[in-house]
């Protein structure tokens, strides 16, 4: 089974400052998908970022960027910029392209960021 | 606008008693899921459907039932098996194809009086 990891339960930066979240995971497959969802204080749940393993670059998305470490099992969110919209819990997901296990997505504990004024 | 709606948005179960939550989506995706949230923890998943009329057991399934009578709908009954209810209750849906990102609906607070 997979597992997701990430180390930093809350973290505060000032705003218009880079920060960055970690995440590590734990899988025996070779090709998957990995996911990096943002949760706000209404709780909905916001798509940040995705990256297909099998691509070597790093996918970004405006202020968004991730740091994709294959072989270390790695996948860390920069966030350039930071916006006090940007406070939110926010989870990094793992996802299988194989056919076999549930086909839902595997979560980490989340990270709480809080940008401050 | 196409989206996922859950309701209600709270909800309370008394002891013994089963619930149901709802969940429709216009999106026309295919496959649908639900999760379980508790406080500190990620998302665990409770079940899915990738076609009508067909579901699997998610990591948690126990004291759960589902059903997929449309594609715009799966509903999520909480019964009395279940006896740590108390959670928030998402659902998502996607379109088909492997990697595609799962879309999520607003959440559903369900309380034990």
């Known amino acids: 089974a997979q597992t997701v990891t990430q180390s930093q339960p809350e973290m505060s930066v000032q705003e218009a400052e880079t920060v960055t979240l970690s995440c590590t995971y734990d899988?025996?497959?070779?090709?998957?998908?990995l996911f990096w969802y943002k949760q706000p204080p209404s709780r909905q749940m916001i798509l940040v970022i995705r990256?297909?393993?099998?691509?070597?670059q790093n996918a970004t998305e405006n202020r968004f960027s991730v740091n994709f470490q294959k072989a270390a099992k790695s996948f860390s969110l920069k966030i350039s910029d930071s916006q006090l919209g940007d406070t939110a819990m926010y989870f990094c997901?793992?996802?299988?392209?194989?056919?076999?296990?549930?086909?839902?997505?595997?979560f980490g504990k989340g990270t709480h960021l809080i940008i401050q004024p | 606008d196409g989206g996922i709606t859950q309701s209600p948005k709270y909800l309370f179960r008394k002891e013994g008693q089963n619930v149901t939550l709802s969940c429709e989506q216009n999106?026309?995706?295919?496959?649908m899921y639900w999760y379980r949230q508790d406080p500190g923890q990620g998302l665990r998943l409770i079940y899915y459907?990738?076609?009508?009329?067909?579901?699997q057991k998610g990591d948690i399934a126990e004291g759960y039932s589902v059903s997929r009578e449309k594609k715009e709908s799966f509903p999520l009954t909480v019964t009395s098996a279940q006896k740590n209810p108390t959670a928030f209750y998402l659902c998502?849906?996607?379109?088909?194809?492997?990697?595609?990102?799962?879309?999520f609906g607003d959440g559903t607070r369900l309380s034990i009086l």
């Open positions: 998502a849906s996607r379109i088909t194809g492997v990697g595609q990102p799962q879309h």
């Open positions: 899988t025996s497959e070779s090709n998957y998908y």
């Open positions: 990256q297909e393993a099998y691509k070597q």
């Open positions: 997901a793992f996802k299988n392209s194989g056919g076999g296990g549930a086909d839902g997505l595997t």
């Open positions: 999106l026309n995706h295919d496959a």
């Open positions: 459907s990738q076609i009508v009329n067909d579901f």
